[in-house]
């Protein structure tokens, strides 16, 4: 989260979007940066095979899309995962702001945080099983609190949701039960037999 948002003193201007309305489409032009006040803004990429991946999941203080601020067009769609409120600037007023040296140092923080959470994405999305992929990915991630929401994280670690809720219901159907509530808690004999489950389990591809 940039501690200098929503966007200093730069003149900005408020939009509604609705859920499932796009905030911006692939290839638009970009004109305008946005920060989310309240909601959740997605930033999709959709596989050849039809499977959306999400790429940024922006809450409450995060920048949508940041390196889009160097680059004619998006490479991604942005959409409203729920009602949200974001706050825009003219992409070319934040560039011209960057020369401010303090608002250039907050900018290079909240990048570097971006990368590191792109990093441990990207590990991820190099495991071979969905049922390893959603083992690391609530080692460090919350349980959804409704239904829906796992079709949200079956988007971001680069699963079909049919997948994610097959391996969802081999944990709750086993006889001793893979904790999908509390993983944090598994002691180290524990963890040692879910991974040699994990690697059992379907293809993430």
Known sequence: MFGLFPFADLPA???????????????DRVRYMHSVKWGEIQLVRHQANGAALVLQRAGRGAVVAEPSLFSPAYH?????SEPTLVVSVKAADLRAKLADVAFAQAWAAHLAGEMQAARLRAEILSLKTVAERLSAWLEFNTLPDRHGQWKV???QIGVSHEALYRE???RREM????DIRQPEQRDSRER???RRLDSQGDPAV
Do not use: M, S, T
């Not at 201007?13 to 692939?26: P, S």
């Not at 991604?76 to 409203?80: E, G, K, Q, R, V």
């Open 13 to 27: 201007r408020e939009r509604e979007i609705k859920r499932g309305q796009h905030l911006f489409w692939r290839g």
């Open 76 to 80: 991604c769609d942005a959409i409203a």
């Open 153 to 155: 994280v079956a988007a």
């Open 168 to 170: 969802l219901a081999r």
């Open 175 to 178: 006889p001793a039960g893979l």
């Open 192 to 194: 040692d037999r879910h």
